[in-house]
């Protein structure tokens, strides 16, 4: 896990999330001089973590639906846009032959 203090005095971060998550290594960086005016207060710590093992990562990602959002275009795993949460508009369900071919390569 990676962690970048800002102004906020909380150690929730490193003190219970780490620990829940079960992180193997912390370090600490710099904030970054424009997350201040990104998130509007330097009252803020920044995180980032990531699953080690490919092979549960890839089981992760492969089993959930992959798509761009309608939205704002980016790429999305899952239902929800990470970026700006918007959920997929409604759609009918895929043919048959769809799901038999999903069923035939998974
Ligand atoms: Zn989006």
Request: proline share 8%.
């Amino acid at each position: 896990m990676l962690v970048a203090q800002g102004q906020l005095q909380s150690d929730w971060v490193t003190g219970t999330l780490a620990p829940s998550w079960k992180v193997q290594g912390l370090r600490e960086t710099p904030l970054p001089a424009e997350s201040p005016g990104w998130w509007g207060t330097g009252k803020l710590i920044e995180f980032c973590s990531y699953l080690p093992d490919l092979s549960v990562l890839y089981q992760l990602v492969a089993s959930v639906r992959r798509g761009s959002c309608h939205w704002c275009g980016i790429d999305v795993i899952g239902d929800r846009c990470v970026f700006c949460s918007a959920m997929p508009p409604d759609h009918d369900s895929p043919p048959r032959a769809q799901l038999e071919n999903r069923t035939a390569v998974g």
